[in-house]
């Protein structure tokens, strides 16, 4: 949480009207610095810090910068006598009030902290907006938490499948999928709780950790594990919750039609065996229109079906009761619950009266309704079906009681394939050899395929409304006090129906009758009904609006949900359904959950929509495991959750029989439930708003980076492992803009976002008043990296000198083993300005600083002709000078760059420099050799340079250059003069080129010496004779005396910049980027003047250069 706050001191009342209304200043800060004088607000290209200081958009919170609460709360009604003496008393902290509030107004604003949901307005908000203040909630433990839980815990499952669950399961099996389903919520560890709950631990230990606004478990996960889990999960809730609607919507219809009117469906089976689809039909219509009316009800107003939860509830509690009750009858009055087998098959009893295949009268005997359902006609003599003629009718009782034994019977699971036959075991059956079409046979018979796994993902919805009192944290009295108490009791009464339910339905229901799933044998009676004492009805009814009502609950809160994920931006695209009615009813995120839920109402079966939200849901609470698993073993401070009956092994394990569930139930569902949240993962993580939540995922990236990086040595990595870890050097300019942003896009195309990057500058001054200008230098840098695509960091230093700031730079930046190992900076341009003199002394030292820290520097000359990201090169030639061999970077570097799409189409050329005792021929088949071994592709051309005479120009280039040097140093001119100097210097030194150009192409005398070399020159003068050579320099030098006082090694340099030069030009004049190896400075610091103009002659006449000076290590290898 940002800990910055504002307070308004009562002297500066009107002042701070008046920055209220101008502009917000950042804390602590009197006037806006970094601004020119006289500006009313911040520069154009000077952003003002946020409220957090860094301007990072981050969570609302009661107490941070809110300044006209601060006035009308604080400061109201206090006199101005008791304001100045409180300003005498507290006159030591005075200068401390702009940036932190007294004790008494964060205590008091805390105090006056309500739980306004989080993106959402209260819907029983007034559409005038009358009530200004929203009413304190008032919610206890009991109202709040623990019968929402009841309520969703306690459903459509109990009522309709869960007696099917344990006849086809049996006993001991369908305690281990109700112990399995609420392990991931229940799991006994405690010594003072037979069961302590997984999920609900995790859940209570994060919703005790600070104060809970409204949001539920969306809330908890997004602030523990960041904006991307948040988004994710909280989707996969929000579709869990819209299925789970469809879900209690197809319980209802089916148990209208099925129990309650059986007579009201549409359509009707045209052919035998067609019920099945014909109830699908009927389950689609019944459940489209109650849709329909249930998203009516909560469009008109959620007032209604919150008063009618209670009433909901009561039928909920009355039928459980009902259910026990009846348990109790049976073990001394069963009730009279015929069940007709033929053989050991059981029949459905709906379409005949009598269990009997004849009547037995005083005269005769007649053919009853079954005789006609297996024979071709009512006469005894007609043909029939043989397994009914060879096996007896046996009448048996559905609910023997509880005193029976039948439990015995129902111990094992049954499980079958889909069409079979509903068996009773140790019944005598004669086998006949062929069977007739049993559809068209009054048999029970299977509808689905059953297995242990599929039983799992149908019965777990029960066990999905745990955090329903979670979702109404803000709602309640003392969230962090009812959620773990009513959260645990719930979930310990609901694992205690169950479990209880389970042994009593095998104990007191005959085995076929649990697997009759839909009480065709109980002549399409609800078989929990049947059990239930005083009526069946109490069940019918009490699950019917149990139901509805649960559905109409999940209609309410899903688009709630999806509102709030819609209002904190997260996601671009759901903003839209952040929108609502005038009373801040979640109108367009009400439709689209209708439209979603009816696309579960489609599936029409309840059986197939059930693993769909059972996978949702447990990736859900596997995410609450998670989230409480990282923040206990991160440690973060403020972790400090009031509920202590946490560890992080209980989450852990939680987390584990989540997933493992996923899979148990379905596994293409739950690898299609993954790839949705890693699909909306990614998407937020793309085009996501940013958000700092101080979530646990970005603790845990501190962690792995603190652990990553105590791991990495110190030292220099292996040849293999080595990698351009880069310090981009950056000017500025007066408004603290980038001068060559182009040297960005150069890093981008060379690190194609691999490796470290670091992009540092410099401002020269203090910190204390460069303080706002450097926040926003920095601004502007984070801003152009984003354009340009750089990730990585940006590093400012406030120096007295750039000097000494570009040299900290090179020294400090990094951390640990993550440190640069090569410096790319922009060659200075106007280093021969006279107003620019510290510019080249600058550069000099910095390639100084480099070579001394084994840095590897890159120099990139007419930096602002690269090529941009989204320029695209489709031919040309990246020529590479390989003069001395610098550890293999000038290999390297052109590899890397073709990897990018700006140089992807260029060819690579590799040029090297022959002397005369070198075997040309032979250099070639070797540097073919070695690029072969390092698997690079490139063509190759060896350069012949032979030892030859220097020439005229040469000399006068290395005149025109000691003049200027001298002149420089020994002449203190004001500035003007300094101008007017340089000027004449350079007038008088392109007049010389002028001259010395004019007599190289006149055509030579015999008795002169060539000024400049041809190829046909170079070849004859390397048979002359070294006197010759001694009698050429006299020559030369009496063109002019002066040269012979020339310095000697300026001379030679100056030859090999010169000659160098014209090789390079000759070959590589089109090449879109030519890389030269930079020679390094002088020894002697008195000539880095001379320096910077050897390696402008170097490179004069070239577009694109990047002049290459190794750290001294090789970084290339052509070993595996």
Same mark, same amino acid.
């Given at each position: 949480?940002?800990?910055?706050?504002?307070?308004?001191?009562?002297?500066?009342?009107?002042?701070?009207?008046?920055?209220?209304?101008?502009?917000?200043?950042?804390?602590?800060?009197?006037?806006?610095?970094?601004?020119?004088?006289?500006?009313?607000?911040?520069?154009?290209?000077?952003?003002?810090?946020?409220?957090?200081?860094?301007?990072?958009?981050?969570?609302?919170?009661?107490?941070?910068?809110?300044?006209?609460?601060?006035?009308?709360?604080?400061?109201?009604?206090?006199?101005?006598?008791?304001?100045?003496?409180?300003?005498?008393?507290?006159?030591?902290?005075?200068?401390?009030?702009?940036?932190?509030?007294?004790?008494?107004?964060?205590?008091?604003?805390?105090?006056?902290?309500?739980?306004?949901?989080?993106?959402?307005?209260?819907?029983?908000?007034?559409?005038?907006?009358?009530?200004?203040?929203?009413?304190?909630?008032?919610?206890?433990?009991?109202?709040?938490?623990?019968?929402?839980?009841? #309520?969703?815990?306690?459903?459509?499952?109990?009522?309709?499948?869960?007696?099917?669950?344990?006849?086809?399961?049996?006993?001991?099996?369908?305690?281990?999928?109700?112990?399995?389903?609420?392990?991931?919520?229940?799991?006994?560890?405690?010594?003072?709780?037979?069961?302590?709950?997984?999920?609900?631990?995790?859940?209570?230990?994060?919703?005790?950790?600070?104060?809970?606004?409204?949001?539920?478990?969306?809330?908890?996960?997004?602030?523990?594990?960041?904006?991307?889990?948040?988004?994710?999960?909280?989707?996969?809730?929000?579709?869990?919750?819209?299925?789970? %609607?469809?879900?209690?919507?197809?319980?209802?219809?089916?148990?209208?039609?099925?129990?309650?009117?059986?007579?009201?469906?549409?359509?009707?089976?045209?052919?035998?065996?067609?019920?099945?689809?014909?109830?699908?039909?009927?389950?689609?219509?019944?459940?489209?229109?109650?849709?329909?009316?249930?998203?009516?009800?909560?469009?008109?107003?959620?007032?209604?079906?919150?008063?009618?939860?209670?009433?909901?509830?009561?039928?909920?509690?009355?039928?459980?009761?009902?259910?026990?009750?009846?348990?109790?009858?049976?073990?001394?009055?069963?009730?009279?619950?015929?069940?007709?087998?033929?053989?050991?098959?059981?029949?459905?009893?709906?379409?005949?009266?009598?269990?009997?295949?004849?009547?037995? %009268?005083?005269?005769?005997?007649?053919?009853?309704?079954?005789?006609?359902?297996?024979?071709?006609?009512?006469?005894?003599?007609?043909?029939?079906?043989?397994?009914?003629?060879?096996?007896?009718?046996?009448?048996?009782?559905?609910?023997?009681?509880?005193?029976?034994?039948?439990?015995?019977?129902?111990?094992?699971?049954?499980?079958?394939?889909?069409?079979?036959?509903?068996?009773?075991?140790?019944?005598?059956?004669?086998?006949?050899?062929?069977?007739?079409?049993?559809?068209?046979?009054?048999?029970?018979?299977?509808?689905?395929?059953?297995?242990?796994?599929?039983?799992?993902?149908?019965?777990?919805?029960?066990?999905?409304?745990?955090?329903?009192?979670?979702?109404?944290?803000?709602?309640?009295?003392?969230?962090?006090?009812?959620?773990?108490?009513?959260?645990?009791?719930?979930?310990?009464?609901?694992?205690?129906?169950?479990?209880?339910?389970?042994?009593?339905?095998?104990?007191?229901?005959?085995?076929?009758?649990?697997?009759?799933?839909?009480?065709?044998?109980?002549? %399409?009676?609800?078989?929990?009904?049947?059990?239930?004492?005083?009526?069946?009805?109490?069940?019918?009814?009490?699950?019917?609006?149990?139901?509805?009502?649960?559905?109409? #609950?999940?209609?309410?809160?899903?688009?709630?949900?999806?509102?709030?994920?819609?209002?904190?931006?997260?996601?671009?695209?759901?903003?839209?359904?952040?929108?609502?009615?005038?009373?801040?009813?979640?109108?367009?995120?009400?439709?689209?959950?209708?439209?979603?839920?009816?696309?579960?109402?489609?599936?029409?079966?309840?059986?197939?929509?059930?693993?769909?939200?059972?996978?949702?849901?447990?990736?859900?609470?596997?995410?609450?495991?998670?989230?409480?698993?990282?923040?206990?073993?991160?440690?973060?401070?403020?972790?400090?959750?009031?509920?202590?009956?946490?560890?992080?092994?209980?989450?852990?394990?939680?987390?584990?029989?989540?997933?493992?569930?996923?899979?148990?139930?379905?596994?293409?569902?739950?690898?299609?439930?993954?790839?949705?949240?890693?699909?909306?993962?990614?998407?937020?993580?793309?085009?996501?708003?940013?958000?700092?939540?101080?979530? %646990?995922?970005?603790?845990?990236?501190?962690?792995?980076?603190?652990?990553?990086?105590?791991?990495?040595?110190?030292?220099?990595?292996?040849?293999?492992?080595?990698?351009?870890?880069?310090?981009?050097?950056?000017?500025?300019?007066?408004?603290?803009?980038?001068?060559?942003?182009?040297?960005?896009?150069?890093?981008?195309?060379?690190?194609?976002?691999?490796?470290?990057?670091?992009?540092?500058?410099?401002?020269?001054?203090?910190?204390?008043?460069?303080?706002?200008?450097?926040?926003?230098?920095?601004?502007?840098?984070?801003?152009?990296?984003?354009?340009?695509?750089?990730?990585?960091?940006?590093?400012?230093?406030?120096?007295?000198?750039?000097?000494?700031?570009?040299?900290?730079?090179?020294?400090?930046?990094?951390?640990?083993?993550?440190?640069?190992?090569?410096?790319?900076?922009?060659?200075?341009?106007?280093?021969?300005?006279?107003?620019?003199?510290?510019?080249?002394?600058?550069?000099?030292?910095?390639?100084?600083?480099?070579?001394?820290?084994?840095?590897?520097?890159?120099?990139?000359?007419?930096?602002?002709?690269?090529?941009?990201?989204?320029?695209?090169?489709?031919?040309?030639?990246?020529?590479?000078?390989?003069?001395?061999?610098?550890?293999?970077?000038?290999?390297?570097?052109?590899?890397?760059?073709?990897?990018?799409?700006?140089?992807?189409?260029?060819?690579?050329?590799?040029?090297?420099?022959?002397?005369?005792?070198?075997?040309?021929?032979?250099?070639?088949?070797?540097? #073919?050799?070695?690029?072969?071994?390092?698997?690079?592709?490139?063509?190759?051309?060896?350069?012949?340079?032979?030892?030859?005479?220097?020439?005229?120009?040469?000399?006068?280039?290395?005149?025109?250059?000691?003049?200027?040097?001298?002149?420089?140093?020994?002449?203190?001119?004001?500035?003007?003069?300094?101008?007017?100097?340089?000027?004449?210097?350079?007038?008088?030194?392109?007049?010389?080129?002028?001259?010395?150009?004019?007599?190289?192409?006149?055509?030579?005398?015999?008795?002169?010496?060539?000024?400049?070399?041809?190829?046909?020159?170079?070849?004859?003068?390397?048979?002359?004779?070294?006197?010759?050579?001694?009698?050429?320099?006299?020559?030369?030098?009496?063109?002019?005396?002066?040269?012979?006082?020339?310095?000697?090694?300026?001379?030679?340099?100056?030859?090999?910049?010169?000659?160098?030069?014209?090789?390079?030009?000759?070959?590589?004049?089109?090449? #879109?980027?030519?890389?030269?190896?930079?020679?390094?400075?002088?020894?002697?610091?008195?000539?880095?003047?001379?320096?910077?103009?050897?390696?402008?002659?170097?490179?004069?006449?070239?577009?694109?250069?990047?002049?290459?000076?190794?750290?001294?290590?090789?970084?290339?290898?052509?070993?595996?």
């Amino acid at each position: 949480m940002p800990t910055n706050f504002t307070v308004v001191p009562v002297e500066a009342r009107a002042d701070a009207a008046q920055a209220q209304d101008g502009g917000d200043q950042a804390a602590g800060q009197p006037e806006a610095q970094g601004c020119p004088e006289g500006r009313a607000g911040p520069e154009p290209d000077c952003p003002s810090p946020g409220p957090a200081g860094d301007g990072t958009p981050r969570e609302s919170s009661p107490f941070i910068n809110n300044v006209e609460v601060e006035r009308d709360s604080v400061f109201e009604g206090k006199n101005m006598a008791q304001e100045n003496f409180e300003g005498k008393n507290m006159a030591l902290f005075e200068e401390e009030m702009d940036s932190n509030p007294m004790v008494s107004s964060l205590l008091n604003k805390l105090a006056n902290y309500t739980n306004l949901s989080q993106g959402v307005v209260e819907h029983e908000e007034d559409e005038d907006r009358r009530r200004r203040e929203v009413k304190a909630p008032h919610m206890g433990t009991f109202i709040g938490v623990y019968l929402p839980c009841l #309520q969703n815990i306690l459903g459509v499952i109990l009522f309709l499948r869960l007696t099917w669950i344990v006849g086809v399961a049996g006993v001991l099996e369908s305690l281990l999928i109700v112990s399995l389903c609420c392990s991931c919520v229940a799991h006994g560890c405690h010594a003072h709780w037979d069961q302590t709950m997984l999920t609900a631990i995790s859940m209570s230990a994060i919703a005790t950790n600070g104060v809970v606004p409204a949001g539920g478990s969306y809330y908890m996960i997004s602030r523990s594990l960041g904006p991307e889990f948040g988004g994710a999960v909280g989707l996969c809730f929000y579709l869990g919750t819209t299925f789970a %609607g469809a879900m209690y919507i197809l319980g209802t219809i089916e148990i209208f039609l099925t129990y309650i009117s059986p007579n009201a469906a549409v359509f009707l089976a045209d052919m035998a065996g067609g019920e099945a689809a014909a109830m699908l039909h009927n389950m689609r219509v019944y459940g489209s229109c109650t849709l329909v009316l249930m998203a009516t009800v909560v469009f008109v107003g959620v007032k209604y079906v919150n008063k009618l939860a209670l009433v909901f509830l009561a039928c909920v509690v009355l039928s459980i009761l009902a259910i026990y009750a009846g348990v109790i009858k049976t073990a001394f009055d069963p009730p009279d619950i015929p069940v007709c087998l033929l053989g050991n098959r059981t029949l459905s009893w709906l379409s005949f009266d009598v269990c009997a295949k004849v009547h037995g %009268g005083l005269n005769s005997t007649a053919t009853t309704a079954l005789w006609g359902l297996f024979c071709n006609g009512s006469m005894p003599s007609a043909s029939c079906d043989e397994y009914f003629i060879q096996n007896n009718l046996t009448i048996i009782q559905g609910i023997p009681g509880v005193a029976s034994g039948v439990v015995l019977d129902n111990l094992w699971s049954t499980y079958v394939d889909k069409g079979s036959f509903v068996e009773k075991k140790g019944m005598p059956s004669v086998s006949v050899s062929s069977e007739a079409r049993a559809s068209s046979l009054p048999y029970v018979l299977t509808d689905i395929m059953t297995h242990f796994t599929l039983l799992v993902g149908i019965y777990f919805p029960s066990v999905t409304g745990i955090m329903a009192g979670s979702n109404r944290s803000g709602d309640l009295r003392d969230a962090q006090k009812s959620i773990p108490t009513g959260t645990i009791l719930a979930i310990a009464t609901t694992s205690f129906i169950y479990l209880s339910c389970v042994v009593l339905f095998g104990a007191c229901i005959e085995g076929v009758v649990l697997r009759d799933k839909f009480g065709e044998a109980l002549q %399409g009676k609800l078989v929990i009904g049947m059990l239930a004492w005083p009526s069946p009805w109490v069940i019918v009814i009490g699950s019917f609006f149990s139901t509805c009502g649960a559905g109409l #609950q999940s209609l309410t809160g899903a688009p709630r949900l999806l509102q709030a994920i819609a209002r904190d931006g997260i996601i671009p695209f759901l903003q839209v359904f952040g929108h609502g009615k005038a009373n801040g009813e979640p109108t367009w995120a009400l439709l689209l959950t209708a439209l979603i839920c009816e696309i579960g109402i489609l599936i029409a079966s309840l059986d197939s929509v059930a693993p769909i939200l059972s996978m949702f849901f447990l990736m859900c609470y596997m995410f609450v495991n998670l989230a409480c698993a990282v923040q206990t073993l991160l440690r973060t401070p403020n972790w400090r959750p009031r509920f202590k009956y946490y560890h992080w092994t209980l989450s852990f394990l939680g987390m584990s029989l989540c997933l493992a569930l996923m899979f148990i139930c379905s596994w293409y569902y739950a690898l299609c439930a993954m790839l949705i949240a890693g699909l909306i993962y990614k998407y937020i993580e793309y085009r996501g708003a940013e958000k700092e939540w101080g979530d %646990g995922i970005r603790g845990l990236s501190l962690n792995a980076a603190r652990y990553a990086l105590l791991r990495v040595e110190h030292g220099p990595p292996h040849t293999k492992n080595w990698r351009p870890q880069v310090l981009v050097m950056l000017n500025l300019d007066a408004e603290q803009a980038v001068k060559h942003p182009r040297l960005l896009s150069f890093t981008t195309q060379l690190k194609a976002g691999k490796g470290l990057t670091i992009v540092g500058s410099v401002l020269e001054g203090t910190y204390l008043d460069k303080r706002a200008e450097a926040q926003c230098a920095e601004e502007n840098i984070r801003s152009l990296m984003g354009v340009e695509k750089t990730k990585g960091f940006c590093q400012l230093v406030v120096s007295s000198s750039l000097r000494d700031g570009t040299s900290h730079l090179i020294q400090s930046a990094g951390l640990g083993g993550m440190k640069h190992n090569t410096v790319l900076m922009a060659w200075p341009e106007s280093w021969k300005q006279a107003d620019n003199h510290l510019s080249w002394k600058n550069f000099v030292d910095t390639v100084r600083d480099t070579t001394a820290a084994h840095q590897a520097l890159l120099v990139a000359k007419n930096v602002d002709l690269f090529p941009q990201n989204h320029e695209r090169f489709s031919d040309g030639n990246i020529d590479v000078w390989w003069v001395v061999h610098d550890g293999g970077m000038l290999m390297l570097l052109p590899f890397l760059l073709h990897q990018h799409k700006v140089w992807r189409k260029c060819r690579m050329r590799i040029f090297t420099v022959a002397q005369v005792d070198d075997n040309s021929i032979q250099m070639k088949k070797d540097l #073919q050799m070695f690029l072969y071994h390092l698997r690079i592709s490139a063509e190759v051309e060896v350069v012949e340079m032979v030892e030859n005479d220097i020439s005229a120009f040469t000399y006068e280039k290395t005149l025109m250059m000691e003049q200027r040097s001298q002149m420089l140093k020994q002449m203190q001119l004001s500035k003007n003069e300094r101008e007017r100097e340089a000027q004449l210097i350079h007038d008088r030194n392109t007049a010389s080129h002028s001259a010395v150009a004019a007599k190289t192409q006149a055509p030579p005398t015999p008795d002169r010496v060539q000024m400049t070399w041809t190829k046909e020159k170079l070849v004859s003068e390397k048979h002359k004779v070294k006197d010759a050579s001694v009698g050429g320099f006299k020559d030369i030098f009496s063109l002019k005396p002066e040269w012979g006082n020339l310095n000697q090694s300026n001379v030679r340099r100056m030859h090999t910049a010169v000659k160098l030069n014209e090789v390079v030009l000759n070959k590589s004049q089109d090449a #879109q980027l030519v890389l030269l190896n930079m020679p390094g400075p002088p020894k002697n610091r008195q000539g880095d003047e001379n320096y910077m103009e050897f390696l402008e002659v170097l490179t004069e006449g070239l577009n694109r250069v990047l002049l290459v000076r190794g750290g001294g290590r090789e970084v290339i290898t052509i070993y595996s």
